[in-house]
Every structure is written in structure tokens, then in C-alpha cells.
């Protein structure tokens, strides 16, 4: 049911990007300023709030996952501590279960 409400939000940001146009061409420039700094508004909310490939996603669209994203469908064990370590020259990774004693690599 949510994606009617996306539907109906990214509806209103093409309609103010329409209105912009029109009112443009025939000179309407109070109105054209009034539609841009609604677009802006709405266009501000859906990147900060809802995120683009979220509506995309939500209208059973599916965009592309850019190389090095990792899918939000991956699980994550909290319960895996991992800490960044360094020694000597070489970058290596801890992993311990939570409550246990951390062990160094040799």
C-alpha cells in the first residue's frame, strides 16, 4: 500500500517540474519561482528521506547496485565484534564473539 504514496510523491515532483516549464514559457515568473522552490523542497525531502532507489525499490523497480555496495538484504552478526588492527606494515582484522577474549594474529 506504501507504494501509492510514493507513486503519489514522485507524481507531485513531476508535476512541479512540469508547471516550472510551462509557466517559464509563458512568463509567469512569480509562479515559475514558486513551483522551483517547491520542487527544490520536494526533491530535497525524497533524496534526505526517503532515498531514490528506495522509491524505486517500493514501486517494484529495480536499479542497478553500484560495484563495492554491499546489497541491504546481507545479514549482519551483531554479536561478531570486528576490530581494525595494524602491525608492522600490515593491515589485518580481528574477530571475536562478544564476551570473548580477543586474540592476536601471529
Not at 512541479?16 to 530535497?44: I, K, Q, S
Request: some cysteine; glycine content about 8%.
Amino acid at each position: 500500500m506504501h507504494s501509492v504514496y510514493v507513486f503519489a510523491v514522485l507524481a507531485i515532483a513531476t508535476w512541479c517540474l512540469v508547471y516550472l516549464v510551462t509557466d517559464l514559457v509563458y512568463e509567469r515568473w512569480g509562479h515559475a519561482v514558486f513551483m522551483h522552490l517547491n520542487g527544490f523542497a520536494l526533491v530535497y525531502a525524497i533524496t534526505k528521506f526517503m532515498g531514490w532507489r528506495e522509491c524505486f525499490q517500493d514501486l517494484g523497480l529495480s536499479l542497478p547496485t553500484p560495484i563495492g555496495d554491499v546489497p541491504s538484504s546481507v545479514p549482519i552478526d551483531d554479536s561478531i565484534i570486528y576490530t581494525p588492527i595494524q602491525q608492522s606494515g600490515d593491515a589485518g582484522l580481528l574477530v571475536a564473539q562478544a564476551g570473548e577474549e580477543m586474540i592476536t594474529p601471529k
